[in-house]
């Protein structure tokens, strides 16, 4: 495991969009003593099945997973993330996520939803912005999967999950059963842009959806339970 190494993990399908991802990737601020490397997936059977590729090749302490039309805007981001992750526990961080998944597994549409990010999933792209994240960090119970940055290796759990769906959601509890803390940080202004277009929720959704609560579901209510109102 190489501790000063950080590994930008993509699963692509178009070169092109890729391209202009690596392009950010490379106008980053890189901290002293460290390096970057980018490993690219293609033909993937599923998003756990090449994240998992990714983990079995690559020897980065530090791996960011996000998706090929994620553009990272925020040149200080290493540093940003390097800063949480000295608290040993914080497992995993995302820029947007839910601090209580609904009982219906659609984090979106839960009441306690955090971060920011510029994004196109209406067909226009526009700043989506949850709950602001008053501290360094807000602890949450997922984050979605346009970019997920760890400092540990968890096997992605291409099991279960052999689409293109509920792969994040299942990544953050898995980390939360491994008693790591999954976080949004706080951000003054996005640190990325996520171009990806109108979003269509299709039937397979619905199905890794199933999939999801039957794994999960018994995750989720004891979270119900423990937690109270937040205000």
């Known amino acids: 495991m190489s501790v000063s190494k950080i590994c930008f993990i993509t699963c692509v399908n178009n070169d092109d ?8 990737i490379s106008n980053l601020d890189v901290p002293a003593g460290y390096s970057i490397d980018s490993f690219s997936i293609k033909e993937a059977e599923s998003m756990t099945s090449g994240y998992n590729k990714a983990i079995r090749h690559n020897d980065a302490k530090y791996k960011v997973y996000l998706h090929q039309d994620v553009s ?4 200080s981001f290493i540093q940003d993330f390097l800063h949480i992750f000295s608290d040993t526990k914080v497992g995993m961080i995302g820029v947007a996520g ?5 009982s219906n597994g659609i984090w979106w549409e839960s009441r306690y939803n955090f971060g920011k990010v510029y994004d196109s999933h209406t067909g226009m792209l526009s700043l989506l912005s949850f709950r602001n994240v008053e501290a360094e960090f807000e602890q949450v119970q997922c984050v979605d999967g346009l970019i997920m940055i760890t400092q540990y290796d968890i096997p992605w759990r291409e099991d279960i999950f052999t689409g293109w769906h509920f792969y994040d ?14 976080i949004v940080p706080r951000q003054c202004t996005p640190w990325c842009i996520h171009d990806c277009g109108l979003t269509i929720v299709r039937n397979d959704y619905h199905n890794y959806r199933q999939v999801f609560l039957n794994e999960y579901g018994k995750d989720l209510k004891i979270r119900q339970l423990n937690n109270g109102p937040i205000i």
């Open 17 to 24: 969009i890729y391209q202009k991802s690596l392009s950010y």
């Open 72 to 75: 990272i805007i925020n040149k």
């Open 98 to 102: 839910s601090s209580q998944i609904p």
């Open 169 to 182: 959601l299942s990544q953050s509890l898995e980390f939360i059963r491994a008693g790591y803390k999954v």
